[in-house]
């Protein structure tokens, strides 16, 4: 292998580097998919959501063959206290495909396997240590003693881009945008997950939360249904929880605990647990997209955005591979790495995830910041609603009078309220 040489390698079987490996492949490159797994998806225990807009641009025809779990119908969004709820809950009827809850242990073994029948060469189980640079231009990648070349490197290795770091292409990960998720499967009937969640076969339903489920610092927990599992966690940022000093083993277990989350998981069984760093930083911690002979696509890139009530993560990581995909094949035909030719991978993503993370580049400093969002205000909204829903023979009052006193109990200036609902607004 050490005197072999391939027109692209691309570093970590992710979704945006197996769709890299794969949009190459059927375009008759010569390419190469290394990971540190031992099967692709094997690092990806849990499961989230997919938007399939992305999946059907990476492969139009055979997408629906794809392993994907449920049909997300219902969109949730929980505000919690140590013991009380508030649910806001959306159901839609039209068939739209827009997104499925997926487990990437099977899902990203399955794409894999489409990327090495369309000629992509597959690794597994190789850890790259370091790139090869010559002229200020990287030509290769060292692992295992050997040294591998090539026109062009693609590093999607993920949130820990340990190689481009060493090789100086992109700078260390900020604490401050980096968030610690902890994800959890759980086993559960077909039936049950039917019954508990008002859902026919096939279709699912999303659940975002936050307040207690974090105890109250920034992040937050997620809930999907799977055909016959349910993938459940949180999110928490990680400066907020290193300054808290709280646990979060702990604070999943207490979420895990709560009355409106046990109810779901009646007897389900863990089949599965890992724990997993996300990049929030945004548009203001994206990193040099390109450099001689380089990109770099999906998580390592820091392409995810978390508004809330929506994460994006999986679609951003395939569109990005996609459009590296593309920048290499314009590069191979043209027989140019420099980074001067490379600069159209930013211009491929300018229309889309660039885009989005531009618009939004204000999300994660307000969820991060904002005093009152994890702890008063789902509070209020709890407090509120069960003001709403008493009825004990006192006077009754207007929601808007019920408002104001609770405030005033809370001690929250008003103006506040007014300024995050304003910031909320524009920043999400």
């Known amino acids: 292998m050490a005197d072999e040489k391939f027109q692209v390698i691309v570093i970590g079987a992710g979704l945006a580097g197996i769709a890299a490996a794969y949009r190459l492949a059927e375009a008759g490159k010569e390419v190469m998919l290394v990971d540190r797994g031992e099967y692709p998806g094997a690092k990806n225990v849990s499961g989230g959501r997919i938007y399939t807009y992305a999946l059907k641009k990476l ?69 790259v240590d370091g790139l090869l640079i010559r002229d200020q231009k990287v030509c290769g990648i060292q692992t295992g003693g050997e040294t591998i070349e090539a026109d062009l490197v693609i590093d999607a290795e993920g949130v820990n881009a340990w190689v481009a770091e060493r090789a100086g292409l992109r700078p260390k990960v900020a604490v401050n945008d980096i968030a610690v998720g902890v994800k959890c499967v759980f086993k559960l009937s077909e039936t049950s997950i039917n019954e508990r969640f008002n859902v026919s076969s096939g279709e699912g339903a999303a659940m975002l939360c936050a307040g207690d489920c974090t105890q109250g610092i920034s992040g937050g927990a997620f809930f999907y249904t799977n055909r016959e599992s349910i993938s459940t966690g949180i999110v928490a940022d990680t400066s907020s929880l290193k300054a808290s000093g709280l646990s979060l083993t702990d604070m999943l277990e207490r979420y895990l605990r709560h ?32 450099a001689n002979g380089f990109l770099i ?15 994006r993560g999986m679609d951003y990581a395939l569109m990005s591979g996609i459009a590296a995909a593309e920048t290499a094949i314009e590069a191979i035909d043209a027989d140019d790495f420099s980074k001067e030719k490379l600069k159209i991978y930013q211009d491929k993503l300018e229309p889309t995830v660039l885009k989005d993370l531009k618009t939004l580049k204000h999300a ?33 009052k207007s929601v808007i ?28």
Do not use: C
């Open 297 to 311: 696509a999906g998580d390592a890139a820091g392409f995810v955005i978390n508004r809330g009530f929506t994460v």
């Open 259 to 290: 009355p409106a989350i046990a109810r779901y998981l009646s007897g389900a069984e863990l089949i599965e647990y890992s724990a997993h760093l996300i990049p929030e930083g945004g548009f203001q911690s994206l990193p040099p997209l390109y």
């Open 401 to 428: 009078s019920m408002a104001r006193q609770m405030m005033k109990d809370d001690k929250v200036p008003l103006f506040h309220v007014l300024k995050d609902a304003f910031k909320g607004s524009r920043s999400l």
């Open 364 to 396: 994660h400093d307000y969820i991060a910041h904002s005093k009152y969002l994890f702890t008063t205000y789902p509070q209020l909204a709890t407090d509120l609603m069960s003001r709403l829903y008493t009825a004990d023979g006192t006077p009754s």
């Open 59 to 127: 492969m139009p025809e055979t997408w629906q063959h794809a392993p994907l779990e449920r049909e997300i119908k219902r969109e949730i969004m929980m505000m919690m206290t140590d013991a009380d709820s508030m649910m806001i809950d959306t159901t839609f009827a039209s068939p739209k495909a827009q997104s499925f809850s997926v487990l990437r242990s099977s899902f990203d073994a399955w794409l894999a396997s489409q990327a090495e029948e369309a000629g992509a060469m597959l690794i597994p189980g190789t850890t």
